[in-house]
């Protein structure tokens, strides 16, 4: 199906967008992603192959903030049990999409100054090296802390000379042992503490290989029109920054407007929008964050956070910022998994980002072109209240292949199965060099040429045993070089998801009689038979 731009009657007044495709921002953007807790928390096998594992191939980030921990937060005594645990997720990135990791630790611990910061230096280096001997060789990006944070929280921006002492003693560890691990300054949150980051660049450059910061969206609301172009302008400063010393700049962590206080007796941090009629203007906006950053030249960037932090007893504190809900709330996605998400999905790194023109004040865009595919995406968010026609230029060669267009709209975003991207609404292409179309209100649309029409083939050899509370049931793995995760149905209604290649059937319904189906899906969202 091919749809259809506005008739000639609605080509009266609309958005013009020029794609100037060899005019570069940057041509090594990491991507979009998350920062991603998940590998620190305990969960079953089912829980992680079903729905984390599943979902993160699906948002496929090419990039991820990730926590290392010490052993109930005291420095020096690593958590062998928790960083195998982080080796294993990262390594699960790395083969699976290709995600680079910037790590950095919670509760890392006060030392005092010369012998005993330098065994702190020896265990920080300890930790990296079992990560990358144990194939995590994706992590490229380590900070000794989160937010500049110590004996209190951003604490080290009234002490940034300790702040360096630590990355001074980590630096000659990394070298004496050539890790390839470059060290991040400064991490600080919120903008009002980037002033961090020319201390830094002034102080130690020479042991910096990175600067990063991170920014929630506080004092803006979600339908603030001015803030795309005061992030766009804050995240340039910091980019400049970065580049006067021959260096990036990451967005490490970042969010829309925080609740921060007590509920029921415990501490709660959440996106203040969550659960509210808001949220869905709110996911535009963080996705209006992420094209600011991407258009001032951005790295990487990396939501707060994949999934929600379980829920666990004695925990001091709530936190429920992801995109979907924990296994004890039942994995539920939020609005931001299905802006966001296309995202993460489309603005893959390795890319470059290439300038894009636009003549409205009210519709932001961004396009990258991946530099392994050659494959492009173009996201447009229309931050008007009513459609308007889109005329699409392409200064360069245009692509020859129609874009899918995927849509998310604020008055009615989607809800899926398993937490599955939105099916796209259908093509759209380029004719006498200029795409046609009509954007939503208030909306994000993602145009791609990164995808394939081949569906991966029927699976077979599928099994169903009895076994203690269910039905087993296994099949052989899909021949599909882009396999994404299989669909199980019972009585072609659809009871999970899975990226291996058995499930236990253990629902409602799993003493029913019927018919069990699975079905293979690939990284571009086409089934099976």
Known sequence: MVVLGPTTAQLVTGVEITVHAT????????????????????????HFEQVLAKRWRELAPSFARVNHRWAQRRPVQSDRQALE???????FMKENTGTVVYLTTFGMGETEPGEERRRYAQAVANDLEFLLKAGATNLRYYCVTNELSLTAWASLRNDLATFRDYHQEIFAELRKRNLPVLLLATDASPIRYWSTLEWAAEHMDEITGVYGGHHYIESDDPGDLEFYDYFYKQCLWAVQLARSKGKDFILGEFGSR??????????WDTCLHYGTQREPQAALQVCEAALAAINAGVCAMAYWTFTDYPDEPGLARINQWGVFKWLTNGCETRAPYYAYGLLTKFFRGPATVVRVEVNDALVRASAVRNNETGQWSVAIINRRTSAIPLWLRWNGSAPVRPFRKYVFEVAAPPRTDDGDL???????????????DTLPANSLVVYTTAYDEEPPPAVEGLKVEPVAGGRRLSWLPSPATDLCYYRIYHNNLRIGSTITTEFLDTGPTRNQPGRYRVVAVDTSGNAGP
């Open 23 to 46: 005019d570069a921002i940057l041509d090594h953007f990491e991507g979009v992603g998350f920062h991603a807790s998940h590998p620190l928390h305990w969960t079953t096998k089912e």
């Open 85 to 91: 645990a982080l080796a294993r997720h990262l390594v």
């Open 258 to 267: 925080q609740y921060h206080d007590r509920r029921w007796g415990i501490r």
């Open 422 to 436: 939105q099916e796209p609404l259908g093509k759209v292409g380029f004719a006498d060099g200029v795409l046609v």
